[in-house]
T-cell receptor
Framework: DAGITQSPRHKVTETGTPVTLRCHQT?????MYWYRQDPGHGLRLIHY???????DKGEVSDGYSVSRSKTEDFLLTLESATSSQTSVYFC????????????FGPGTRLTVL | DAKTTQPPSMDCAEGRAANLPCNHS???????VYWYRQIHSQGPQYIIH???NNETNEMASLIITEDRKSSTLILPHATLRDTAVYYC???????????????FGQGTILTVHP
C-alpha cells in the first residue's frame, strides 16, 4: 500500500470553528488531491496540488483552502466549518506520467454540529 | 460531469467471472480509461487503466473496444471480497493539463454472492 496517512481520522466540531485536515505521504509523489464523499454525490474534487506551493481549485472548493509547503504534506483547512461540510474527506497522491495512478488515503470522517 | 455511463448495480456468483461494462462515447484521443473500486468506507483503490490496447494485471483485465467508446472490466474469479463500488473514469494523465484530476460518477455496485 502507498504510504499515505490522514489525520485526524475522525473529528467532531461545531459550526464556525476552524478545522485543518492533514494528508502526509512518504512516496515523494508530485501530485496530491483532496476529495469529499457524500451520499448521492460520489467523490468530488476539492483542491489539488501539482507541486510545492502550487495548488488549484477543484469542483467544490468554496469554503476550503489548502497549503503545501513540503512535498509530503497537503493541508486542507475549513476556515469556518458549516454543517454542509460534514463529510468523509479523502486525500490522494499521484506520481504523474503516462502510467500514473492515484493512491488514496484511509479518509477522515468530519462531523460539523 | 462524469463522462462515463455504468449500470447502477450488478450481481455475480462467487468463483465466476464478473464483467462490468462502461460506456464512454465522447472519449478523446488523449484520455485513458481508469478503473477504481471502493470497498465500503475505505478509500478508492486503483485497479487498472488503458489507452487503447487491452490490459491485464494481477487484479483484472480491461477490454477496450476498437473505437474506444466502451470498455469492460473483467474480474476472472470473483470472491466475496470483490463486493464494492466500481468506478470507470476517463481522464488524461497527470502529465497533461488536467493534472490527473479524476471525475467520479456513481459507479456500479457489484455484489458477489456465495
Amino acid at each position: 500500500d502507498a504510504g499515505i496517512t490522514q489525520s485526524p481520522r475522525h473529528k467532531v466540531t461545531e459550526t464556525g470553528t476552524p478545522v485543518t485536515l492533514r494528508c502526509h505521504q512518504t512516496e515523494n509523489h508530485r501530485y496530491m488531491y483532496w476529495y469529499r464523499q457524500d451520499p448521492g454525490h460520489g467523490l468530488r474534487l476539492i483542491h489539488y496540488s501539482y507541486g510545492v506551493k502550487d495548488t488549484d481549485k477543484g469542483e467544490v472548493s468554496d469554503g476550503y483552502s489548502v497549503s503545501r509547503s513540503k512535498t509530503e504534506d497537503f493541508l486542507l483547512t475549513l476556515e469556518s466549518a458549516t454543517s454542509s461540510q460534514t463529510s468523509v474527506y479523502f486525500c490522494a497522491i499521484s506520481a504523474g506520467g503516462d502510467t500514473d495512478t492515484q493512491y488514496f488515503g484511509p479518509g477522515t470522517r468530519l462531523t460539523v454540529l | 460531469d462524469a463522462k462515463t455511463t455504468q449500470p447502477p448495480s450488478m450481481d455475480c456468483a462467487e468463483g465466476r467471472a464478473a464483467n462490468l461494462p462502461c460506456n464512454h462515447s465522447t472519449i478523446s484521443g488523449n484520455e485513458y480509461v481508469y478503473w477504481y473500486r471502493q470497498i465500503h468506507s475505505q478509500g478508492p483503490q486503483y485497479i487498472i487503466h488503458g489507452l487503447k490496447n487491452n490490459e491485464t494485471n494481477e487484479m483484472a483485465s480491461l477490454i477496450i473496444t476498437e473505437d474506444r467508446k466502451s470498455s469492460t472490466l473483467i474480474l476472472p474469479h470473483a470472491t466475496l471480497r470483490d463486493t464494492a463500488v466500481y468506478y470507470c473514469i476517463v481522464e488524461p494523465t497527470a502529465g497533461g493539463t488536467s493534472y490527473g484530476k479524476l471525475t467520479f460518477g456513481q459507479g456500479t455496485i457489484l455484489t458477489v454472492h456465495p
